[in-house]
């Protein structure tokens, strides 16, 4: 696949961060304990899946002083994550096998593990690596059952680009149901808290929305095609979007897109 594109990806940024900043509120950090010469240990904060940098622009503002850095997979992320906040530490990881050197007090993953396979594992693995009193903090998409994924598989599994596309349907998770996500923490955690929400994104148009989930959930789907077969892909895909998402009394499309959140704390 590949590499992600910044500019694409910005194009929705308020609406996209949007849900990390709901994350974001409900995350309480205690002040790390004071030594015997009076001075408190820094706060370390972990932005896992950083992307361009708006979600770590967020974890600076909200914890000044603390020492936060952004990990992503992606060296086009990372380098507009830099020119955005030159200040702040930026390193490539594969989050999936990722290991801090010190346990982090805050663990922040908005929209980064739905990417990623083996929840029943990695969840746990990533609570784990947290400091005592630590939190973990996870936001995932929750929309493949929504009309703009069911339209991607069904627009890959019908046309001449079948064969070319091969699994990609499959790149994108089935993240667990949300009690899993409690049921997985909530034996390890001091405090565990689910949610899922589901945003409601008014749209200019179809071809809006295919703009949107092109710096996403389309990248698996339309990458491997050529360029002819991406034109022709986009037009299917974008004429059945305009057939299911029908004005509403403005003139707008609504896009809805479910969102499910987990905080856990780690006991003291």
Known sequence: MADWNPALYRRYEDERTRPARDLLARVELDPPPIDSTGAGRTLVIYD????PGNSTELLVERFPGAEV???DSSEAMLADARARLPGCRFERHDVATWQPPQAPDLIYA???????PGHEALVPRLFGLLAPGGVL??????NREEP???LMRAVAGEGPWQETIGEAALVRI?????????????PLAAETDVWRTAYQHPMASAEAIVDWVRGTGLRPFIDPLSED???GFLADYTRRIAETYRPKADGRLLLAFPRLFVVARRPR
Do not use: E, F
């Open 48 to 51: 896992l899946g950083c992307g």
């Open 69 to 71: 850095t952004g990990i």
């Open 110 to 116: 908005n929209a980064t593990l739905q990417w990623l």
């Open 137 to 142: 903090a996870v936001q995932m998409p929750d």
């Open 148 to 150: 703009t994924h069911r």
């Open 174 to 186: 089935k993240i667990l149901p949300l009690d899993s996500y409690y049921d997985l923490l909530a």
């Open 229 to 231: 077969q991406r034109a």
